[in-house]
C-alpha cells in the first residue's frame, strides 16, 4: 500500500507543477513554491553471453519540493523529500535500493537583517519494509515505523533561501516504532515492548545550495544532534549531497549521496549512494 502512496505522492508533484504553469497570471505575494520531480533508472540485458551477467532493472524515483512563505517579519520555510528506488533481476526478488520520506520545517520571525527566532521540526519515516541487511528474512521496519520527529525553540541565520542555518540548544527528539518489532528486543533504540523513546538534546540544520555551472546544481543538507541524557560527547549528523546536472530541458543526471550516524540507534556510519540518468521535471511560480 505504501509504495502506491508513493505513487500517488509523485503524480501529484506533476499536477502541482502543472498548476503553477498555468496560473502564472495569478498573483502569489506571500508564497515561493519550487521543486522538482525525477525518475531515473539502469537496464541490462544478456541472452547467452558466454563471459555471463545477470539482467537486471533499477528505477529511482524523487521528489524535492521547497514551499517557502514570507509576510512582513514572519517566514515560514518548508521542504519535502521522497524517494523510493528498487532493483529487481533475473535471480532475485525485488529489492528496495532507496527509501525516504522526509520533512523539515522552520518558522521564523526577524530579529535584524540575517537573524530569526525560529521554531523548528524534522519528520522522517518510509514508504515500505525494510529487512536486516544480515539476514534478509527478517523484517525490521515498514511504513511509519520507524518515525523519528524532532522539535525544538532556537535561531535562525539565513543569507537567502538558499544558504541557512538553524540552531535549537533546546530539541526534543521522539522515535516511534510499531510494537511488533519491540516484542522480543530493542529496535531502533527503542526499548522491548515500548512503542516509543524521547530525548532531549540540541539540534542543528544546514543548508546549502549552489548553482557551480548554468546546468549544474549542487545541494547539501546536514542535520546535527547531540543527546544531553545520554553519551553525551557522540553527536549524531545526518549529511545529504544532491548533485544535479541538467542534459537538456527534461533529461538530467543525478548524483546522491548520504551518510549517517546515530549512536543509539545503530552505532556505526551508515553510507549509500546513487548514480543515475533519466527524466526531471522542474516548476517554480
Known amino acids: ?150 522539535l525544538g525553540p532556537g535561531v535562525l541565520w539565513k543569507k537567502n533561501d538558499d544558504f541557512k542555518i538553524n540552531i535549537s540548544p533546546a530539541s526534543t527528539k521522539f522515535i516511534f516504532v510499531h510494537e511488533k518489532f519491540t516484542k522480543n528486543g530493542k529496535s531502533f533504540s527503542v526499548e522491548q515492548h515500548e512503542t516509543q523513546r524521547l530525548e532531549f538534546g540540541a539540534a542543528a540544520y544546514v543548508y546549502y545550495r549552489v548553482k557551480v555551472l548554468e546546468n549544474i546544481t549542487i545541494e547539501n543538507i546536514l542535520g546535527l544532534y547531540s543527546n544531553y541524557i545520554e553519551n553525551t560527547k557522540n553527536v549524531d549528523f545526518d549529511y545529504q549531497l544532491n548533485i544535479d546536472m541538467k542534459v537538456t530541458k527534461f533529461i538530467t543526471a543525478n548524483i546522491n549521496y548520504q551518510a549517517l550516524y546515530d549512536n543509539e540507534t545503530f552505532g556505526a556510519l551508515q553510507q549509500r549512494q546513487n548514480i543515475g540518468v533519466g527524466f526531471k521535471y522542474s516548476f517554480h511560480n
Open 1 to 150: 500500500m505504501s509504495k502506491y502512496f508513493f505513487l500517488v505522492l509523485f503524480s501529484l508533484g506533476f499536477l502541482v507543477a502543472n498548476a503553477q504553469t498555468k496560473n502564472d497570471s495569478i498573483p502569489v505575494k506571500h508564497w515561493k513554491i519550487s521543486g522538482t520531480n525525477s525518475l531515473t533508472g539502469a537496464q541490462t540485458s544478456f541472452d547467452k553471453w558466454q563471459i555471463g551477467g545477470t539482467n537486471n532493472l533499477t528505477v529511482n524515483a524523487k521528489i524535492n519540493y521547497d514551499f517557502n512563505y514570507h509576510k512582513k517579519d514572519w517566514s515560514w520555510d518548508n521542504k519535502v523529500l521522497a524517494t523510493y528506488g528498487f532493483n529487481r533481476n533475473k535471480r532475485n526478488s525485488v529489492k528496495k535500493t532507496d527509501d525516504r520520506i522526509e520533512l523539515n520545517s522552520i518558522l521564523s520571525k526577524t530579529m535584524n537583517k540575517e537573524w530569526s527566532y525560529s521554531a523548528y521540526m524534522n519528520f522522517q519515516t518510509q514508504f515500505d519494509k525494510g529487512y536486516d541487511p544480515t539476514d534478509e528474512t527478517k523484517n525490521i521496519s515498514r511504513f511509519m515505523s520507524p518515525v523519528f520527529l524532532q
